[in-house]
């Protein structure tokens, strides 16, 4: 599924799509038709860390930007910290993606670094490595920032379709499949 937000704030499903797996490249060929159906201008893409797919975005949207789901960043910090610290590196973390300027939030990220970085120093790396696609945010007002430093609206969407289909054991067709796929979102929309 592909969800768009226009500016006015509205989301739309941009589209179904059925793959037998998700890489960049299949992503690729998944934007080309969202262009070739007449989107030309996308502002920016808010993607989880699946590897390539920002290339592939790049080369489809040249000048649109890429924002990291801040979300998922943090889950893969938090993946091999001690439970002890936690709580610690989760409220540092949280310094640093809400600051009010990316200026501030680069401090932020040289404080963790001072802090925790001797101990972990993992999570500065791919912070420090991800960094221009984790900070596009900043450049945008709060209003816009909320919708685009996570990529919990596509999963809220994906979660909901996935209840649906779920209750079903098996599918007769790949029609079928997208029918319940259709109806699923649609009802999603609604909300």
């Not at 038709?33 to 993607?47: A, H, P, Q, T, Y």
């Not at 409220?91 to 939030?105: D, F, M, R, V």
């Amino acid at each position: 599924l592909m969800l768009g937000i226009d500016l006015n704030g509205n989301k739309e499903c941009l589209g179904i799509w059925i793959g037998q797996t998700e890489s960049a490249k299949y992503w690729l060929g998944v934007l080309n038709e969202v262009k070739n159906r007449g989107i030309n201008d996308v502002l920016i893409f808010s993607v989880d860390g699946l590897p390539g797919f920002p290339e592939a975005i790049k080369a489809v949207f040249p000048h649109s930007e890429i924002q990291r789901c801040l979300v998922h960043q943090v889950r893969y910090s938090l993946l091999h910290v001690s439970w002890k610290d936690r709580k610690a590196i989760a409220t540092a973390l949280k310094s640093i993606y809400t600051a009010p300027t990316e200026e501030s939030g680069l401090e932020a990220l040289m404080s963790f670094e001072e802090n925790w970085g001797k101990q972990y120093p993992h999570i500065v790396q791919s912070w420090q490595r991800n960094w221009d696609d984790l900070a596009a945010f900043f450049k945008y007002p709060g209003e816009v920032r909320r919708l685009v430093y996570t990529t919990n609206p596509i999963e809220s969407l994906n979660s909901q379709v996935k209840k649906i289909i779920g209750k079903r054991g098996a599918f007769p067709s790949e029609a079928a499949l997208y029918k319940i796929l259709f109806l699923a979102v649609s009802e999603a929309s609604k909300r």
